[in-house]
C-alpha cells in the first residue's frame, strides 16, 4: 500500500470529495482566533464533566471564551454531564468493524494521539459520549445538522460498534458566542446508515491509497474542487488551485495566450496549410474549454470565500440589475390608452412566425401543418414572403 496520512472524522467531508488532498504536501496552519475560542470552550465543558462548573471556570485563560462560557446553562444540554464520558478518541477499522478508544500511553501522552492509530484505521474524537448517543460541542454560527455531519456519522458508528448498538442518536450542541445560549440538533442513525458509512468508509480508502500511487508514479494527483476546499491544508500544492491562480494571474496569462496566437498567426501568414487551420482550431477550442473549467472554478472559489484577490482586484460576483421585461398584449393595450391607436400601432412591432400559426391553428381546434401552409401560400401571394441568406458555417464532414 502507498503512503496515505491518518484520516480523521473532521477531514472526512473533504476526503469523500477529495482523495488527493489526503496525499499531497500539507503547509502548516496557525490556529484562528475562532479555532482558539472552540478550544476554550471544549475545554471547559470537557472539565465540567469533573469539576464544579465554578472551578472550571477559573482555569479559562481565553477571556471572550469565558464571557461565553459563564452564560451557560448546563441544564439545557441534553445529558448530564455527571453521566457521560468526555473527549473520547476513537480509532476504526471499516475492514474489522471494530472500533477502539485509543489509550494515550506515556510516550504519547500530550502528543497527537492518532500516532497510535493502525494503517486501516481511521481516527475522530467525540466530545461526548453516553450509551447510546454520541454529542459535539459546536460555538458559533450554522452549525452541520447531524444528519448531514460525516463527523457525526463516524462517530455515532463508533459507539455502535464499540457497544453492539443498532441505533445512536447523534446531537449537535450548538452554542451561541453572543450569549450562550443552547440549541439542540439531534438524528438517529441506525444499522442501515453504519452498512452504508463502512461502504463509503472502504472506497475512500481504496480512492486514497489509488492517489498515492499515482502521486508516487510522478503523475498529478486526482482533485476535485469544493466547499470541502475551504479548511484544505494541502492547498498550497493542489494543481486545482494552481489553476485558478494561473487564471487570476491575468498579466502572466494574458500575454502568453496573445502570444501563442500570434505564433499561429504568423505561421498562417506564411502560407495556409490544412495542418496549421486543423491544430490552430483545435488549439482554440482546448483553450476556450480550460477557460470555462477555470472561471467554474473561480466562480466556486469566490462564493465559498467572498473574494478571491488578483493583481488588479479581488474577484466578487456580482448580480446584474434585472431588465423589466413588458408582456407585448398588456403592453399594447396600456400604451393605446396613454398615445393613440394608430400610433401606437405604428410603433409597436409585430412579429409571425411559424410557431406561432401552428399555436393559433392549435388553438383553433385546425389542422397545424394544414393551415401553416395556407396561411403561408396566402401571405406569398400578398407579397409578404421572404427568405433571409443562410449563414455560413463551419462543419466537419465524415470522409
Ligand atoms: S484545495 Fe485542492 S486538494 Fe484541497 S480539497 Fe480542494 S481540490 Fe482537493
Given at each position: 500500500?502507498?503512503?496515505?496520512?491518518?484520516?480523521?472524522?473532521?477531514?472526512?467531508?473533504?476526503?469523500?470529495?477529495?482523495?488527493?488532498?489526503?496525499?499531497?504536501?500539507?503547509?502548516?496552519?496557525?490556529?484562528?482566533?475562532?479555532?482558539?475560542?472552540?478550544?476554550?470552550?471544549?475545554?471547559?465543558?470537557?472539565?465540567?464533566?469533573?469539576?464544579?462548573?465554578?472551578?472550571?471556570?477559573?482555569?479559562?485563560?481565553?477571556?471572550?471564551?469565558k464571557?461565553?462560557?459563564?452564560?451557560?446553562?448546563?441544564?439545557?444540554?441534553?445529558?448530564?454531564?455527571?453521566?457521560?464520558?468526555?473527549?473520547?478518541?476513537?480509532?476504526?477499522?471499516?475492514?474489522?468493524?471494530q472500533?477502539?478508544?485509543?489509550?494515550?500511553?506515556?510516550?504519547?501522552?500530550?502528543?497527537?494521539?492518532?500516532?497510535?492509530?493502525?494503517?486501516?484505521?481511521?481516527?475522530?474524537?467525540a466530545?461526548?459520549?453516553?450509551?447510546?448517543?454520541?454529542a459535539?460541542?459546536?460555538?458559533?454560527?450554522?452549525?452541520?445538522?447531524?444528519?448531514?455531519?460525516?463527523?457525526?456519522?463516524?462517530?455515532?458508528?463508533?459507539?455502535?460498534?464499540?457497544?453492539?448498538?443498532?441505533?445512536?442518536?447523534?446531537?449537535?450542541?450548538?452554542?451561541?458566542?453572543?450569549?450562550?445560549?443552547?440549541?439542540?440538533?439531534?438524528?438517529?442513525?441506525?444499522?442501515?446508515?453504519?452498512?452504508?458509512?463502512?461502504?463509503?468508509?472502504?472506497?475512500?480508502?481504496?480512492?486514497?491509497?489509488?492517489?498515492?500511487?499515482?502521486?508516487?508514479?510522478?503523475?498529478?494527483?486526482?482533485?476535485?474542487?469544493?466547499?470541502?476546499?475551504?479548511?484544505?491544508?494541502?492547498?498550497?500544492?493542489?494543481?486545482?488551485?494552481?489553476?485558478?491562480?494561473?487564471?487570476?494571474?491575468?498579466?502572466?496569462?494574458?500575454?502568453?495566450?496573445?502570444?501563442?496566437?500570434?505564433?499561429?498567426?504568423?505561421?498562417?501568414?506564411?502560407?495556409?496549410r490544412?495542418?496549421?487551420?486543423?491544430?490552430?482550431?483545435?488549439?482554440?477550442?482546448?483553450?476556450?474549454?480550460?477557460?470555462?473549467?477555470?472561471?467554474?472554478?473561480?466562480?466556486?472559489?469566490?462564493?465559498?470565500?467572498?473574494?478571491?484577490?488578483?493583481?488588479?482586484?479581488?474577484?466578487?460576483?456580482k448580480?446584474?440589475?434585472?431588465?423589466?421585461?413588458i408582456?407585448?398584449?398588456?403592453?399594447?393595450?396600456?400604451?393605446?390608452?396613454?398615445?393613440?391607436?394608430?400610433v401606437?400601432?405604428?410603433?409597436?412591432?409585430?412579429?409571425?412566425?411559424?410557431?406561432?400559426?401552428?399555436?393559433?391553428?392549435?388553438?383553433?381546434?385546425?389542422?397545424?401543418?394544414?393551415?401553416?401552409?395556407?396561411?403561408?401560400?396566402?401571405?406569398?401571394?400578398?407579397?409578404?414572403?421572404?427568405?433571409?441568406?443562410g449563414?455560413?458555417?463551419?462543419?466537419?464532414?465524415?470522409?
Open positions: 500500500m502507498a503512503y496515505r496520512s491518518k484520516i480523521t472524522a473532521s477531514q472526512l467531508e473533504r476526503v469523500f470529495a477529495c482523495s488527493g488532498s489526503q496525499v499531497l504536501p500539507t503547509s502548516p496552519q496557525e490556529e484562528s482566533t475562532y479555532a482558539a475560542f472552540g478550544t476554550a470552550g471544549h475545554e471547559y465543558l470537557e472539565d465540567c464533566s469533573r469539576m464544579n462548573p465554578w472551578d472550571a471556570l477559573d482555569l479559562m485563560e481565553h477571556e471572550e471564551a464571557a461565553t462560557c459563564e452564560s451557560i446553562d448546563l441544564q439545557d444540554l441534553p445529558f448530564r454531564l455527571a453521566e457521560i464520558r468526555a473527549e473520547v478518541p476513537y480509532a476504526y477499522s471499516p475492514i474489522t468493524q472500533a477502539r478508544v485509543l489509550e494515550p500511553t506515556k510516550e504519547y501522552q500530550g502528543r497527537n494521539i492518532y500516532k497510535l492509530m493502525r494503517a486501516d484505521e481511521i481516527g475522530g474524537t466530545d461526548v459520549i453516553g450509551h447510546d448517543f454520541v459535539d460541542y459546536k460555538f458559533g454560527h450554522d452549525p452541520t445538522v447531524p444528519e448531514y455531519s460525516e463527523q457525526m456519522k463516524f462517530l455515532a458508528l463508533c459507539l455502535a460498534r464499540e457497544n453492539r448498538l443498532t441505533e445512536v442518536t447523534a446531537h449537535i450542541v450548538h452554542i451561541l458566542k453572543e450569549d450562550g445560549s443552547i440549541n439542540v440538533y439531534s438524528h438517529t442513525f441506525d444499522i442501515f446508515d453504519f452498512a452504508e458509512m463502512d461502504m463509503r468508509l472502504l472506497k475512500m480508502q481504496e480512492s486514497v491509497d489509488d492517489a498515492a500511487e499515482l502521486v508516487q508514479l510522478g503523475k498529478p494527483a486526482p482533485v476535485e474542487i469544493g466547499e470541502h476546499c475551504h479548511y484544505c491544508r494541502t492547498k498550497n500544492a493542489c494543481p486545482a488551485q494552481a489553476a485558478i491562480a494561473v487564471h487570476v494571474n491575468e498579466t502572466t496569462v494574458i500575454p502568453v495566450m496573445r502570444d501563442r496566437v500570434e505564433g499561429q498567426l504568423q505561421r498562417l501568414d506564411q502560407g495556409l490544412i495542418t496549421d487551420a486543423t491544430a490552430m482550431l483545435a488549439w482554440v477550442k482546448a483553450a476556450r474549454f480550460r477557460a470555462s473549467e477555470v472561471e467554474a472554478r473561480l466562480r466556486g472559489e469566490v462564493r465559498e470565500h467572498g473574494s478571491v484577490p488578483s493583481p488588479e482586484g479581488n474577484y466578487v460576483m448580480r446584474t440589475r434585472g431588465q423589466d421585461r408582456d407585448a398584449d398588456i403592453g399594447y393595450r396600456a400604451l393605446c390608452e396613454e398615445v393613440d391607436k394608430d401606437a400601432d405604428a410603433v409597436v412591432p409585430r412579429k409571425i412566425t411559424k410557431k406561432a400559426i401552428k399555436e393559433a391553428a392549435k388553438l383553433a381546434g385546425l389542422n397545424q401543418a394544414d393551415t401553416e401552409r395556407k396561411v403561408l401560400e396566402r401571405v406569398k401571394l400578398d407579397g409578404g414572403l421572404s427568405k433571409t441568406k449563414q455560413e458555417k463551419l462543419v466537419k464532414e465524415s470522409v
